[in-house]
């Protein structure tokens, strides 16, 4: 075993007992010992025991340490303080920027117990009021995150938008000026909005491709790589997959199609219209006797037969939605006062209606609401609504599902909200059947309104806890409740997968941002294409009720009412 191993071993050691507030007079030994290891001119693994005793500032304690590692590959003290700490808080360990002590604020005190969850509370803000934080350190925390997640090569469509959007422009000024009318479009998962991004497609279409190749070297933005005679290749500077497809314009529209299509979806349909050459998709479609089926659909699922009967849903669109529902002030964990909230949705959004769901008391890390505070918000909105009629903002709140599926709070205090969104924070270790019966109890509650990112997942860094969707779902059916689509980018949680089953089963879903300051509403189309993704129509989503509409829903759906 190399010096640099067993140094490594007795830090995280080290770093480890800080953690949990072992003797500091011990602590400082075993990270010392850490140093003297790594620096030792020789490597210690040539020296017997009596040796390694007799190294400056290891003695007999840490030397038997050294020794077990050596004898026997691992350190059963680290082994036992590694099965006491959850793994993510290990991993956390290797962020720049934050030690153990900061670590355990983390852990202890805002119960964030991995890097995907750290990062989600970095979005939300959560980390400045922290002891020991600031904005500075929370942007300095993302930033790493950030950084350690494209280096695994995958990005949230979020994250690749902006790229994308910003390539389109310069890739089509960089043709416009090689070529006369150039044809350019965005591919592949991106054009599908697949939450997940590997890679971005742009595809060009030009009448002299020789003159395209050869000044290819000219495009400053990415050095490009020629793989194919008709693909080149680059990497972006944060390390997503940019790849150049150029075909001849008579091409361009078949190529777009196959290349952003599922496979089955381009088989299915080219059986049908043949090869073209297409003016553009709507023809190929027409060819194919097919109604035109929107890129997000064309999963090889069931819309060719949908589209083969003129039955494809009439998406949903941003422009569609009238109000959003479930967002934080700074009564929790928010940035921004309810009535800035509400001024930012009617003025500069205009929608019709807002819905507050600060976090219940249970949520105790996130500033949580009891029973006083519910009250004194309640007042407060009251206000707020004689200032800004005929804007209308809903008194809801985002109350905790406990671990027998209860809520937190009484009956008495549910009934005074216009809704409730039933969410699971804590306690997230479970199996299927335990996950899956704590939401049925939950959605089965009279004043559950609409059931709050279904499995907890965090894109790219928490999986969410099984559950039996098709049980999840019947339950909403049978209890009337609402399934959110959480259109923060990292929870996309309902999983558009399952939308269709859902809207099958007469479910309403309603796309809701999770705005945790002003900003936060601007999530809402990633929830729209999502939405799309999934089948969903205007009529189906709660969100895009107006005003009137959903006032009367809230009133039909509520106990005693």
């Not at 190529?255 to 073209?276: C, I, M, P, R, Y």
Request: glycine letters at 6%; proline letters at 3%; a negative charge.
């Amino acid at each position: 075993m190399e010096n640099k191993t067993i140094a490594r071993s007795l830090r995280l050691l080290s770093q480890l007992m800080e953690l949990h507030n072992e003797n500091p007079f011990k602590i400082k030994s075993v990270a010392n010992a850490a140093f003297k290891v790594d620096k030792l001119p020789y490597a210690i693994s040539s020296k017997t025991i009596e040796e390694i005793e007799k190294i400056d500032g290891l003695g007999k304690s840490m030397s038997a340490k050294v020794w077990e590692l050596l004898q026997t590959g691992t350190l059963m003290e680290l082994q036992n303080i590694l099965s006491a700490t959850p793994e993510g808080i290990v991993e956390m360990l290797g962020i720049k920027g934050i030690g153990p002590k900061k670590i355990v604020v983390i852990w202890k005190d805002l119960g964030i117990e991995n890097i995907g969850e750290l990062y989600y509370a970095c979005n939300e803000n959560r980390l400045i009021e922290a002891k020991g934080f600031g904005l500075k350190t929370q942007e300095e925390i993302k930033k790493v995150i950030e950084f350690k997640m494209a280096a695994e090569g995958k990005f949230l469509y979020a994250q690749a938008e902006g790229l994308a959007n910003t390539l389109h422009a310069e890739l089509l000024l960089w043709l416009s000026n090689t070529e006369t009318d150039p044809l350019l479009q965005i591919a592949g998962d991106y054009r599908r909005y697949c939450e997940i991004i590997e890679e971005l497609d742009f595809i060009a279409g030009a009448d002299d491709l020789t003159k395209i190749t050869d000044s290819i070297k000219d495009f400053t933005p990415l050095e490009f790589v020629q793989q194919t005679e008709n693909l080149f290749i680059a990497q972006s500077p944060f390390g997503l997959k940019i790849q150049l497809h150029l075909f001849p314009k008579a091409d361009f529209y078949l190529q777009l199609f196959k290349l952003t299509g599922n496979v089955k979806h381009v088989e299915e349909v080219l059986s049908l219209a043949g090869n073209g050459p297409f003016t553009d998709e709507q023809e190929l479609y027409s060819k194919a006797g097919l109604a035109y089926v929107s890129p997000e659909l064309r999963e090889g699922l069931n819309e060719v037969e949908l589209a083969k009967n003129n039955q494809l849903p009439v998406l949903i669109t941003h422009e569609d939605l009238k109000g959003s529902l479930h967002n934080h002030s700074t009564w929790s964990d928010g940035v921004h006062t309810v009535e800035q909230m509400a001024v930012y949705c009617k003025e500069e959004l205009g929608l019709e209606y807002l819905g507050m769901c600060d976090h219940s008391k249970s949520a105790f890390y996130a500033n949580g609401l009891n029973e006083q505070r519910i009250y004194a918000q309640h007042k407060e909105i009251d206000a707020l609504n004689e200032k800004l009629a005929p804007f209308k903002i809903f008194k809801g709140i985002e109350s905790d599902i406990l671990h027998d599926g209860s809520l937190d709070y009484s009956d008495d205090i549910l009934k005074t909200f216009d809704f409730v969104v039933a969410s699971v924070h804590s306690n997230l270790r479970m199996d299927e059947e335990k996950a899956t019966a704590r939401l049925i109890k939950a959605i089965e509650n009279p004043y559950t309104t609409i059931l709050g990112h279904p499995t907890g997942r965090l894109l790219l860094s928490r999986k969410g806890y099984p559950i039996d969707y098709a049980k999840v779902i019947d339950a909403c059916a049978a209890n009337k409740v609402v399934i959110e689509i959480n259109a923060n980018p990292l929870r996309l949680d309902l999983d558009w997968r399952w939308h269709r089953y859902a809207l099958e089963k007469g479910v309403l879903l309603s796309i809701n941002p999770d705005a945790h300051r002003m900003e936060g509403f601007r999530d809402m189309h990633y929830g729209v294409y999502v939405g799309r993704k999934g089948g969903l129509e205007q009529k189906q989503c709660l969100n895009a009720f107006t005003l009137t509409e959903i006032t009367s829903y809230f009133n039909a759906v509520k106990p005693g009412l």
